[in-house]
Nanobody, 115 residues
Framework: QVQLVESGGGLVQPGGSLRLSCAAS????????IDWYRQAPGKQRELVAA???????NYADSVKGRFTISRDYAKNTVYLHMNNLKPEDTAVYYC?????????WGQGTQVTVSS
């Protein structure tokens, strides 16, 4: 079993910043595969940020230049740094770990961008 716990969401004004955390525990040897998704009301879940097998990063076009994914192996945690937040970033953010043909998901953390 793998457990993923997100934290760091909240209410922020447009232009503000947040840092989301995804702490992994259980039967997970590496956090290399963990990525971030989000789902806004009435919309499909979409990939926001991920690491490639080579260690580079990929981002959705809508967040490029504003979001950064990073990881701390010592803490078994993956982060999503979000800057210059916009109202359209409002969503529930999830981290995901695809392992052994199965997808593990966290419970999600709500991010609301509003004045």
């Amino acid at each position: 079993q793998v457990q993923l716990v997100e934290s760091g969401g909240g209410l922020v004004q447009p232009g503000g910043s947040l840092r989301l955390s995804c702490a992994a525990s259980g039967s997970i040897r590496s956090i290399n595969s963990i990525d971030w998704y989000r789902q806004a009301p009435g919309k499909q879940r979409e990939l926001v940020a991920a690491f490639t097998p080579g260690g580079r990063t990929n981002y959705a076009d809508s967040v490029k230049g504003r979001f950064t994914i990073s990881r701390d192996y010592a803490k078994n945690t993956v982060y999503l740094h979000m800057n210059n937040l916009k109202p359209e970033d409002t969503a529930v953010y999830y981290c995901r770990a695809p392992l052994g043909g199965y997808e593990y998901w966290g419970q999600g953390t709500q991010v609301t961008v509003s004045s």
